[in-house]
């Protein structure tokens, strides 16, 4: 009878461990990540999947963190342009602007919609790389002048702040992702340009390292 009843509580936390997991598992699917099991568990095997389940539901908040973050940047991004685009476009509604105004206008207009363009590739680049889509396929390209194009890109950005470029590039055959590293070049001069003080100065290096 001892023998029963010992077996019976010793049989019951386990099973109660387990109904607190599933009640935690449940959270997790209504989109609580912020759910925690008690990992203070005799059984081994239980012990390290409470564990793992804390580390997935730490892992799932952060990514949600990071998934806000960046729904909030790329809202206020698109906003900026999408403001100076409207601005614009009423300016040249009116009649008493002058030509040069309106072709002045017009090329804002053009260059925040290349902007927005470039937004829209960057978001479409990260989400096939986070879906696993993406074929990267690894040709030889000239790397310097993929920089110059993009610096001629954005010729109209670094001389409006009247930016002095400091350029030197070694002429590099590179053998990689020539999308991808168009997407990291573009970004980090427009970041460059963006965050540069206006009449400040901004320096372009390309050069090889021995193996």
């Known amino acids: 009878i001892v023998g029963t009843i010992m077996s019976r509580f010793a049989g019951k936390r386990p099973i109660g461990r387990i109904i607190e997991i599933n009640e935690a ?7 609580n990540f912020d759910v925690v099991v008690d990992e203070d568990i005799q059984a081994t095997e239980l012990r390290e999947m409470a564990h793992s389940f804390n580390i997935m539901t730490r892992e799932l908040a952060a990514k949600k963190l990071l998934h806000t973050d960046f729904i909030e940047n790329v809202s206020h991004e698109f906003r900026t342009p999408l403001s100076a685009i409207e601005g614009y476009a009423i300016l040249l509604r009116r009649k008493s602007v ?7 206008y017009a090329k804002k207009i053009l260059n925040n919609t290349q902007r927005l363009t470039a937004l829209t590739g960057n978001i479409l680049l990260l989400s096939r790389l986070e879906l696993g889509e993406l074929i990267l396929e690894k040709k ?3 790397l310097d002048e993929q920089l110059r194009e993009i610096i001629l ?6 001389t409006a702040k009247d930016l002095e470029l400091d350029i030197e ?5 590179y053998s990689g992702s020539r999308e991808l590293l168009y997407h990291v070049w573009h970004n980090l001069l427009t970041n460059a340009v963006k965050f540069s003080n206006k009449g400040g100065k901004i320096i372009i290096r390309l050069s090889s390292f021995p193996d």
Do not use: H, Y
């Not at 598992?25 to 989109?31: F, H, L, N």
């Open 153 to 158: 890109m954005l010729e109209s950005e670094w």
């Open 140 to 142: 030889p390209f000239s």
């Open 25 to 31: 598992t449940k959270e997790v699917a209504r989109g």
């Open 169 to 173: 590039l070694e002429s590099i055959t």
């Open 98 to 104: 002058s030509d040069e105004m309106r072709v002045e």
